[in-house]
């Protein structure tokens, strides 16, 4: 039986998504619980792999097990032998020909900046901070060059292993409610440290050290040191996977002031 499950966590616990030699990962913690629940060793496949510090709202794995549970049994059980950071929100038997990583047709992103003097308090870790003003209007201006197909080279890390560098973003909005600034971000899929890349050379263009039209510049250069600004992890959030309708798959609605829709 294949099982898909949604699974929330704040990444700042963790060195992130994929097990690793050294460090804390949230695979190996899902792993551990759904395997007390099977009685057997589970391995998880995810949507997508998170760095460390990044968060998720709404990563979806799968998993396949010979044990017979009711959902609730992977979530209720699963959740008991769960650190605090990680939950389980859902379970769902799904047909074999399901696959977390390759099903899906899409992947959101939402990455969240404070814009004040001060550093954040209550929600740090949860919350990039900047404290220069960030013009919006210009963030928004520069964003329109990057929507659509192109070749990504210059927004995704040195160190991404990914055969093509082309992906299709589709869509990139950016807003402000307070001293909060949304960017939201869709595409087919996306390259290592990408929406990082974009959010640091979208500030930049926003604190007005560039001009609007440097976003397609670096774009076009198709040379990763032509942007060099990687935005800090603290603000970044995984937050929803898209899969063709027949697959059936539970959705969630996000409350939360932090990141609800305005």
Known sequence: ?????GVEYNGAAFNGWQIQDQGRSVQECVESALGRIADHPVRVACAGRTDAGVHALQQVVHFDTTAEREPHAW???????????VRILWAAAVDESFHARFSATGRCYRYLILNRTAAPAVYHRLLTWECRPLDVDRMRAAAGDLLGEHDFTSYRAVACQARSPVRELRRLEIRRQG????????????LYHMVRNIAGVLMTIGMG?????????VLEARDRTAGGVTAPADGLYLAGIDYPAGFDLPQRQIEHWLLCQV
């Open 1 to 5: 039986m294949r099982i898909a499950a």
């Open 179 to 190: 001293d909060l600034v949304f960017l939201e971000v869709s595409a087919n899929a996306f």
């Open 75 to 85: 979530v209720l059980g699963g959740n008991v032998h769960l650190p605090p950071e």
């Open 209 to 217: 050290k560039e001009e609007t039209g440097w976003a397609r510049q």
